[in-house]
């Protein structure tokens, strides 16, 4: 299987900062590789996929890079609707496999 | 917009047994791969499994084979996971999503609580 791990676990930041969370797989995976918000007693939600994509409708300070294994998540001004818990998670293999998740909150 | 709504979770004991549904709508439903996928209490996701569009291509996560069955009937735009030989470790929030690679689409999840 393949392992996602995330860092930092959680942090918190004040509105308008730039915050920026990894993921690396324990192998490559190109650039299958997806990004989804959860906030509190909600489902996911997909912000990116293939790495870098943008969903439709999801505003434009969320964005994401990488290749291989080692991903980057940017939301470059944070604003107060963004508390929430990230999570990356692959798709170039079975099973599908998720990082641990990421708790954003408020300073 | 991409409609999906679980239902069918509850209660049971362990080595029970519980059938979980989803309907879906606003997409064509038959056009899809769909999945199932878990998030235990506090905890973070899991895949558990996921069908092609006709149902011809199945794949479970190993700590469900053997166990679980997923299946769909495109006539009425429903999806269903029929879980055997529950265990504690099985308690969890169930999701459907449409997809098999990126899940564009996710309903409100069904509680699945496996205890004595």
């Known amino acids: 299987d393949i392992q996602m791990t995330q860092s930092p676990s959680s942090l918190s930041a004040s509105v308008g900062d730039r915050v920026t969370i990894t993921c690396q797989a324990s192998?490559?995976?190109?650039?299958?590789l997806n990004w989804y918000q959860q906030k509190p007693g909600k489902a996911p939600k997909l912000l990116i996929y293939d790495a870098s994509n943008l969903e439709t409708g999801v505003p434009s300070r969320f964005s994401g890079s990488g290749s291989g294994t080692d991903f980057t998540f940017t939301i470059s001004s944070l604003q107060p609707e963004d508390i929430a818990t990230y999570y990356c998670q692959q798709y170039d293999n079975l099973p599908r496999t998720f990082g641990p998740g990421t708790k954003v909150d408020i300073k | 917009q991409v409609q999906l709504v679980e239902s069918g979770g509850g209660l049971v004991k362990p080595g029970g047994s519980l059938r979980l549904s989803c309907a879906a709508s606003g997409f064509t439903f038959s056009d899809y791969y769909m999945s199932w996928i878990r998030q235990a209490p506090g905890k973070g996701l899991e895949w558990v499994s996921y069908?092609?569009?006709?149902?011809?291509?199945?794949y479970y996560a190993d700590s469900v084979k053997g166990r679980f069955t997923i299946s769909r009937d495109n006539a009425k735009n429903s999806l269903y996971l029929q879980m055997n030989s529950l265990r504690a470790e099985d308690t969890a929030v169930y999701y459907c999503a449409r997809g098999a690679g990126y899940y564009r689409g996710w309903g409100q999840g069904t509680l699945v609580t496996v205890s004595s």
């Open positions: 192998q490559d995976i190109s650039n299958y």
């Open positions: 069908i092609s569009s006709s149902g011809s291509t199945i």
